[in-house]
């Protein structure tokens, strides 16, 4: 209770609402306003305040903590009925398997909003049992529209089956996927599922057993698309589980398709994967080196071949494309003549694995194939997309004031700007110098962007304070560009395979020149000091 109480406190100084309510209760010599008084709205803020305390971090890179989100609220619910009534929604909206050794009581069903599965503990290093009733009770939880498996075992036929009897999941997450099991002998309905991620990375990082029966896993692999097939909107799955009879499929309704980790083998380019796909708006392939495979097996590493030499736009199959995020490809890749005139977004990044066993970090695995000499020849590529109005490039260093010329002289309608490296190798000249006027005035001739992003992607992490470099950076760039509404920083995980939207940035926009504040005094770096980060304004 005291721990819970400490966390209000605590919030009652950072919240504008809260500190209005608190003067409010200071002025009145009538009412003493507590959180059984205070107004039901109110008192929702403060719980949900409390409820997003832990965890952080892109919800601790995608749910490894093992500490349930409702702990803080808990001793609330213990002081009255009526906070035990107001409570009890955002304890049990996310429960957890490994949080009690039985099945969670019915009486509970109805809060339940997603529930967490698993069948080993890494906080305590013990196998979990997945019980019997936990299958059945998916059935009757009738709130029940989000569920994350991440499983060291194959996945049981009948835990897919429990779940396609669920009646209002709409998100089903499978992490450290398996599928090797027992065969799925019947049809899964999975009447109001819409999204579906199964990928193969976990808490040992994108690696897989050894042991793994590959041929009865893509037979249910294809088994269970083929249920959802129909009316899946979003579908997010490592190429490692693609084989291809995934080409047989037809998906009638989906709008984002998502391809992680690595290539399917055989491989298969990306024309022929979004041969049946009508509806598609939004496409990312995102293939990475498998490291588990020869380093010179051809096309297995980077830089990829997507396309097809001579074949037809992507729109022929998917006539609705209007965003695509590609990683790991040649400048002159065969996709760059089939991507449609008419694409609105088009992002161009370079992706790796997170994890090698035995290392904190990992080996140098490859750089950007897209460097500052063959960026011409990937603008070249793309220079028929005149509709783009978002672009984002990563190279193998950071862009010069000539890259961004470069840019601006091909998509000088740009909105949308990001630019970035990824290079495991770094020294005295690495940072992205926002003083330097001539990477200022390139970014002016941009007469239409409203949001620019600059990655900032090595081991040595940055200083985040709102008013440390990043910030000033931002400032300055907000000064010197008026059409800009914001600017954003990324830093850190290099070793991590992001996606596009999975990057944590810190975003700086104009209300940062509504409350003046001194500025730290400019202290000059020294001339030999190797600089992580952005380079600042005096």
Known sequence: MAAALRCV????????????????????????????????????????????????????????????????????????????????????????????????????WRFFMSVHIRDYSVQHRAHIPLRPELYSALSGMRSLTRVTVRLEASVPAELLRALSLA???????????????????????????????????????????????HRREVANVVALLKNLSQ??????????????????????????????????????????????????????????????????????YPPFKLGNPGGGLLTHCSPLLTTITLSNL?????????????????????MRDGYIPGHTRPARLWDAPLTLSTVPVALESISHLQALAALSLTLDDFATADTIHRIASVFLRLRFLQVGHATYSHGAEFRFDVRDESILHALQRFSRLTHLRISLDFFERAIDAQDGPQGRAAQWLLEGLP????????????????????????????????????????????????????????
């Open 9 to 108: 406190q605590g919030l009652l100084g950072k919240i504008p609402t809260l500190r209005l309510l608190r003067r409010v209760a200071t002025v009145s010599s009538h009412t003493s306003l507590t959180l059984v008084t205070v107004p039901t709205d109110i008192l929702h803020v403060i719980l949900q305040l409390l409820y997003d305390t832990w965890p952080s971090e892109e919800e601790r890179r995608r749910y490894d903590h093992e500490i349930c989100k409702g702990q803080y609220i808990l001793a609330l619910s213990e002081t009255c009925r009526y906070m035990r009534a107001q409570t009890l929604p955002w304890i049990f909206r996310d429960v957890y398997n490994w949080s009690r050794p039985g099945i969670w009581p019915e009486t509970l």
């Open 231 to 300: 009316s899946l909107t979003t579908l997010q799955i490592s190429g490692d589980l693609l084989s291809p009879d995934f080409l047989s499929l037809t998906w009638a309704q989906l709008r984002t398709f998502v391809i992680t980790e690595h290539t399917p083998t055989p491989y298969i380019t990306v024309p022929k994967l979004v041969s049946k796909m009508p509806a598609l708006h939004d496409l990312s392939i995102l293939f990475s080196a498998d490291l588990s495979r020869d380093r010179d097996a051809g096309e297995m």
């Open 483 to 538: 059409g800009l509404c914001t600017v954003a920083f990324s830093w850190g995980g290099a070793w991590y395979d992001y996606g596009f939207e999975n990057i944590i940035w810190r975003v700086w926009d104009r209300s940062v020149f509504l409350l003046p504040r001194e500025l730290p005094a400019f202290e000059p770096e020294p001339a030999e000091e190797v600089v992580y980060g952005v380079a600042i304004p005096p």
């Open 167 to 213: 009646p209002c999941l709409i998100f089903l997450e499978i992490h450290q996927a398996r599928f090797d099991g027992s065969a799925l002998s019947s049809p899964l309905p999975f009447a109001t599922l819409e999204s579906l991620v199964v990928c193969i990375s976990g808490f040992r990082g994108v690696v897989r057993s050894d042991a793994i029966d």
């Open 330 to 350: 040649e400048p002159a890749d065969p996709i760059f003549a089939q991507l449609p005139h008419s694409l609105e977004s088009l992002h161009l990044l370079a």
